[in-house]
């Protein structure tokens, strides 16, 4: 009974660290974001341009170590990592729980969102299994069988194959409610009895301060943005989207965007990232859709000199969006995205539309 016990508890555990290894792994820079978002909280700030790196080593060891406890590779030495690995995360997510200051510990990805506390208590149900594991782990044998090697050497190559491949394009399975196959006006909708004000506080003049969405924050010259809230008026179920909005030199143009029976927008979502050979393939991109006399938008989430100048050159007006929901639309630092009535159809790296198109 015992030792049916323990392999129950193995198995359990091995699935859950495959499964949010896999999910984060499909989509490595949402990990990232959250790595920027916990260093920049901890005033770690200086560690923010390492983030994606952290965010590979994350999800590969994490992955890595799922199958090597299924397969009962280097059990103790796995079960030490593991529980070294959990520990880290129960900081994160007891941090996360009793400051409030980050609300999605991204444990799970996008697939899969739990609270600071339930996550934390997560960690807590994992690390009492992980030490029953290492309490009553059979004795292993002093080598493996020559296959069960091949294997384990081959996972974390396959799982950084993968994460970079996700990195150079877009994730390989998309949790995010911009999906492709997802309407956001759908996905904007609520219960009727739900309630909400969105709120952003940005820091204008070195102050922080609070905004509406109607007084378009993002537009304020030299605003920094500080960070965006779904504050509750009334109780129900939260709406999948919170955020959308796209204003324009004309205003709102949310409506007119999701309206159109087909819309295809550039994103660009890292603006100040942007090479000069992303703003070549980028005049490529707007070239095609005025030959095709296609109906577009180009959308940031902050003004650069670079990118106005581009902008006047190409005689094509900028519109903007709030820069959290545009790093959820599009995993990359620009892209372009495809709807029609308001559902998407497609979604692309700069790079990889121009090869979609054969331009």
């Not at 193995?10 to 974001?33: M, S």
């Not at 779904?230 to 709406?239: A, D, F, K, Q, Y």
């Not at 965007?257 to 550039?266: N, Q, T």
Request: charged residues 20%; proline residues 5%.
């Amino acid at each position: 009974m015992k030792n049916i016990l323990w392999h129950a508890v193995r198995l359990f555990l091995a699935v859950n660290f495959i499964f949010a290894g896999a999910v984060k792994l499909a989509d490595p820079v949402g990990t990232q974001y959250k790595m920027e978002e916990y260093f920049q909280v901890l005033g770690l700030d200086f560690l923010t341009p390492y983030a994606l790196y952290f965010a590979l080593f994350l999800v590969v060891l994490e992955w890595t170590l799922g199958w090597w406890l299924l397969l009962g590779y280097r059990l103790r030495q796995t079960l030490k990592v593991l529980t070294a690995l959990t520990v880290f995360f129960l900081f994160l997510t007891g941090f996360s729980a009793v400051t409030g200051k980050v609300t999605d510990c991204g444990c799970f990805g996008e697939a899969l969102k739990l609270t600071p506390w339930q996550t934390f208590w997560k960690n807590i149900i994992y690390l009492v299994l992980l030490f029953f594991l290492m309490r009553t782990a059979p004795r292993a044998p002093s080598r493996s069988p020559k296959f069960l090697r091949m294997a384990a050497y081959t996972l974390p190559v396959l799982a950084l194959f993968l994460a970079v491949r996700a990195v150079r394009h877009l994730p390989l399975k998309e949790f995010t409610p911009y999906a492709v196959g997802k309407n956001i006006r759908e996905g904007m909708a609520s219960e009727d009895d739900y309630v909400f004000e969105e709120v952003w506080y940005y820091k204008v003049n070195g102050e922080v301060r609070r905004f509406s969405t109607s007084e378009a924050p993002w537009r304020i010259p030299g605003a920094e943005f500080v960070k965006h809230e779904t504050v509750t008026v009334s109780e129900g179920r939260p709406p999948e989207i919170a955020g959308f909005y796209i204003d324009s030199e004309r205003g709102d143009i949310t409506d007119e965007v999701l309206s159109a029976p087909s819309a295809w927008l550039i994103l660009l979502v890292h603006p100040d990232r942007l090479t000069d050979e992303d703003y070549k393939r980028l005049t490529r991109i707007l070239q095609y859709f005025k030959e095709q006399k296609a109906k577009y938008y180009v959308i940031t989430s902050a003004d650069t000199p670079k990118l106005e100048r581009w902008s006047r050159a190409m005689d094509t007006p900028l519109n903007w969006m709030d820069h959290t929901v545009l790093k959820t639309m599009l995993r990359a630092r620009a892209g372009v995205m495809h709807l029609e009535n308001a559902t998407v159809t497609g979604k692309w790296t700069i790079q990889d539309f121009l090869k979609h198109t054969g331009k």
